[in-house]
């Protein structure tokens, strides 16, 4: 299955794009996901365990991601 996953800000700066399109196996996982995106130049900047969104929700990495779920990797914020 093909998913599109969406990266904001450090992530996108990185990865050199605001969406990308990721293939996985049917049933795959949050885990499975994170480790086929950190294989991307540039990736390596990612943590080990990033903030992930599944269809607008947090998820853990071992949430099972379907065809069409929205999936959004999210960078750390700061603020003051």
């Known amino acids: 299955m093909t998913v ?3 990266l904001f800000a450090s ?3 990185v990865l050199g794009a ?3 399109d990721v293939d996985l196996p049917a049933g795959a996982t ?3 996901l994170v ?3 950190r294989q991307r130049a540039g990736a390596d900047r990612l943590p080990p365990a990033p903030l992930v ?3 607008q929700s947090y ?3 071992d949430t099972r991601i379907a065809e069409h779920d929205e999936v959004a990797i999210i960078p750390p914020v700061a603020g003051g």
């Open 4 to 6: 599109r996953v969406l």
């Open 11 to 13: 992530y996108a700066d």
């Open 18 to 20: 605001a969406a990308i």
């Open 30 to 32: 949050v885990r499975e």
């Open 35 to 37: 480790a086929s995106v």
């Open 53 to 55: 969104a599944v269809n």
């Open 59 to 61: 998820a853990s990495l």
